[in-house]
């Protein structure tokens, strides 16, 4: 397992190729970025807090979970924090198996807990002012299916 969280940018092609590289004996990995988007109300920057040490502490147990459950071959979460602006990477999932739905499903399952669980906390600034993003209904809805 591999769990980073950092404030610089990374290379999203780079970290997948290696990722992948180390798995030969996989059938299948799946990756998945998440970018800031645009809001649509004049998004100037994202800020992206956590805790050091807590925040790892929790990524390594979820991903743990999805690594026993699905019985993965080896996961990676790469989410940074700091000031983001739209079109950056915000984050990225890395699942290999031996069949592609555990892959999927594994990564679905991360994605979903980063999505609402994990403890980030993430503050919009816009044109229109700044608002702390709370975790949406269908966010938690998706992580009920687990």
Same mark, same amino acid.
């Given at each position: =397992? %591999?769990?980073?969280?950092?404030?610089?940018?990374? %290379?999203?092609?780079?970290?997948?190729?290696?990722?992948?590289?180390?798995? $030969?004996?996989?059938?299948?990995?799946?990756?998945?970025?998440?970018?800031? $988007?645009?809001?649509?109300?004049?998004?100037? &920057?994202?800020?992206?807090?956590?805790?050091?040490?807590?925040?790892?502490?929790?990524?390594?147990?979820?991903?743990?979970?999805?690594?026993?459950?699905?019985?993965?071959?080896?996961?990676?979460?790469?989410? $940074?924090?700091?000031?983001?602006?739209?079109?950056?990477?915000? =984050?990225?999932?890395?699942?290999?198996?031996?069949? &592609? &739905?555990?892959?999927?499903?594994a990564a679905e399952f991360l994605m979903d807990y980063l999505k609402s669980r994990a403890p980030f906390w993430k503050k919009?600034?816009?044109?229109?002012?700044?608002?702390?993003?709370?975790?949406?209904?269908? %966010?938690? %809805?998706?992580?009920?299916?687990?």
């Amino acid at each position: =397992m %591999d769990i980073r969280v950092q404030a610089e940018p990374f %290379d999203f092609g780079a970290e997948a190729g290696r990722f992948a590289a180390g798995h $030969r004996d996989m059938g299948a990995v799946v990756t998945f970025s998440g970018i800031v $988007r645009e809001t649509g109300d004049g998004l100037h &920057r994202m800020e992206i807090e956590h805790y050091p040490g807590m925040t790892e502490k929790a990524l390594a147990k979820i991903t743990q979970q999805a690594v026993t459950r699905w019985n993965l071959g080896d996961a990676m979460i790469i989410h $940074r924090h700091g000031t983001l602006t739209a079109g950056e990477i915000i =984050m990225m999932v890395a699942t290999a198996a031996r069949h &592609r &739905r555990a892959a999927f499903e594994a990564a679905e399952f991360l994605m979903d807990y980063l999505k609402s669980r994990a403890p980030f906390w993430k503050k919009e600034f816009t044109a229109k002012g700044t608002e702390w993003v709370a975790a949406k209904a269908d %966010d938690e %809805d998706a992580l009920g299916r687990w």
